[in-house]
């Protein structure tokens, strides 16, 4: 047990890539043994999050259960994994989603089984590894090695329009990590540590220039925006979402685009706080105009999953509004609402599959009484999709509460305007969601294709139980969830304004009359 607990953040991140090395050595013909091997490491992996998620003090901000190993010492760099609490409850749902997409998985996939596990698996260790690195060129490593899974997963088992999908996509991340991968290296050359903790204490006792910050900020802010996506860079999204198979697009909305959320709260907005503050306008605008955009495009939509899909762009512009109102109750709501959506946004899509299996097909019209046919999958997809726009009692109302209320007492400009928007894109959801369910479930029940569906099975009954479980227990006792973040969201709001204000100081008094503007910064 000693054991476990000084090496579980390892343990945790390369569980599925040994399980992944075990896959190579069976023959592909054997699909049943790989199917119930890749279950059984993503079972071992969730339990070791719960045990993390047991152990984890939450008392205080510090980074826990520290690993750090020399890597390339020349360069400064290092293996080093921590968690605290605005990782935990990512690494937390990250595991939880992996025994859930393999079992969605199990009938769906019939070609290529070993390598669609080999992908799957591999995706797990670079999503669990970039939660938790703490060496910013770890991060980076973990961060393109997702980008080479998720590409397979469209490009090889996703729909008809797979390939332009796939490359879209590809294009679109790699575009922005180029600029995230300079901004790291002037970091480097500032600094000469990759050492996340030791940056911070370097930008705390010698603050970067003004000018600098913003231009760094902006690096790291496009790489992470493209990935949430924040309008305008969403168009790669709606393409990935209905063109990749039912479990990448379950990783895609449940983890994959809370890297970009993550990215903004761990690394872009401590690093560079008068970047972030210079920001908080444009940001604040895109994330509105997000919520609004998504939601009316949502209601347009003639095809359930891409109905979804955009409905990812609002619900993370509600995420992005709170991350940037810096208040303690908007951030603590924004990390909550990174899990609500991967719980209530994979549970749609994970419904969504369950469907197209029977149907082959994901058009509103050509559905119509699925209640009376399938009352089991109609009653789960009702939870869900009252989850999805904010109903008191489950997880989407906690995590939108405290965002609107958390940017209606944020002391910049026009904060209780947005919120005042915001509070309309809930209602937006209310209406395209609600819209759609009726269609689905209560329309008529006029084609014959429909009459003979199955309801729900056991397997399919097992996995949507897990996640309806947590959209349920963070909705009527979220204190389990949020006491593991209260310490770590006040430290760190509380830092990103203590370290603006000297800097604030220093300009006032450098550029007081009579005096000329003298950045006392030194540079790389």
Not at 76 to 100: K, N, R, W
Not at 166 to 171: I, P, Y
Not at 413 to 425: E, S, T
Request: aromatic letters at 14%; charged letters at 15%; glycine letters at 8%.
């Amino acid at each position: 047990m000693q054991f476990i607990d000084r090496n579980i953040l390892s343990l945790i991140i390369f569980l599925p890539l040994a399980g992944m090395a075990v896959l190579f050595f069976l023959s592909a013909e054997r699909k049943r043994l790989i199917r119930i091997l890749s279950l059984v490491v993503m079972i071992l992996d969730f339990l070791l999050c719960i045990h993390l998620f047991i152990s984890f003090n939450s008392d205080t901000h510090y980074m826990q259960f520290v690993s750090r190993y020399d890597w390339i010492p020349q360069f400064h760099i290092s293996y080093q994994v921590g968690v605290d609490g605005i990782s935990l409850l990512l690494v937390m749902l990250t595991g939880l989603l992996g025994p859930v997409v393999i079992l969605s998985s199990w009938s769906a996939i019939e070609t290529r089984v070993k390598e669609y596990h080999i992908f799957m698996l591999l995706l797990q260790t670079a999503m669990l590894g970039a939660f938790l690195a703490m060496d910013l060129f770890l991060f980076y490593v973990f961060w393109e090695l997702m980008l080479i899974p998720m590409y397979f997963l469209i490009g090889v088992w996703g729909g008809p329009r797979r390939i332009y999908a796939a490359v879209k996509f590809f294009l679109f991340t790699m575009f922005g990590s180029v600029l995230m991968l300079v901004a790291i290296i002037y970091v480097y050359l500032y600094c000469e540590s990759f050492d996340f903790i030791v940056i911070m204490e370097k930008f705390r006792t010698a603050p970067l220039a003004r000018d600098i910050q913003v231009w760094l900020f902006a690096a790291f802010a496009l790489a992470f925006a493209i990935k949430v996506p924040i309008f305008p860079f969403h168009t790669w999204l709606p393409d990935a979402h209905v063109e990749a198979p039912t479990a990448g697009s379950v990783i895609l909305a449940g983890v994959l685009l809370k890297m970009g959320t993550y990215g903004f709260i761990r690394f872009a907005m401590p690093l560079f706080p008068e970047g972030a503050y210079a920001a908080v306008p444009i940001i604040s605008i895109l994330a509105l105009i997000g919520i609004i955009y998504g939601a009316l495009v949502s209601m347009v939509q003639a095809d359930v999953k891409r109905l979804v899909a955009f409905s990812s762009v609002a619900h993370l512009g509600f995420v992005m509004l709170g991350l940037f109102a810096l208040t303690f109750q908007s951030v603590q709501g924004a990390i909550i609402q990174m899990v609500n959506h991967g719980l209530s946004t994979g549970a749609l899509f994970l419904l969504v599959g369950v469907v197209y299996e029977r149907r082959h097909t994901r058009m509103i019209k050509d559905f119509g009484g699925l209640s009376k046919v399938m009352p089991l999958f109609a009653i789960m997809f009702m939870v869900v999709t009252l989850s999805s726009i904010g109903l008191p009692g489950l997880n989407g109302f906690v995590g939108e509460f405290l965002i609107l209320l958390g940017t209606y007492n944020a002391v910049h400009p026009w904060a209780k305007l947005y919120a005042g928007i915001g509070v309309i894109g809930v209602i937006l959801a209310a209406v395209y969601m609600l819209w759609m369910y009726q269609r689905v479930m209560f329309g008529p029940l006029d084609k014959e294709e429909n009459r003979g569906l199955k309801d729900l099975n056991i397997r399919e009954i097992v996995y949507l139980l897990i996640v309806l479980v947590f959209i349920v227990w963070i909705g009527v006792y979220p204190k389990t969830f949020l006491g593991k973040t209260e310490a770590t969201v006040k430290y760190y709001v509380t830092q990103i304004e203590k370290r603006r204000l000297p800097l604030l100081t220093a300009m006032n008094e450098n550029t007081a009359p009579g005096k000329q503007a003298v950045s006392k910064i030194s540079r790389p």
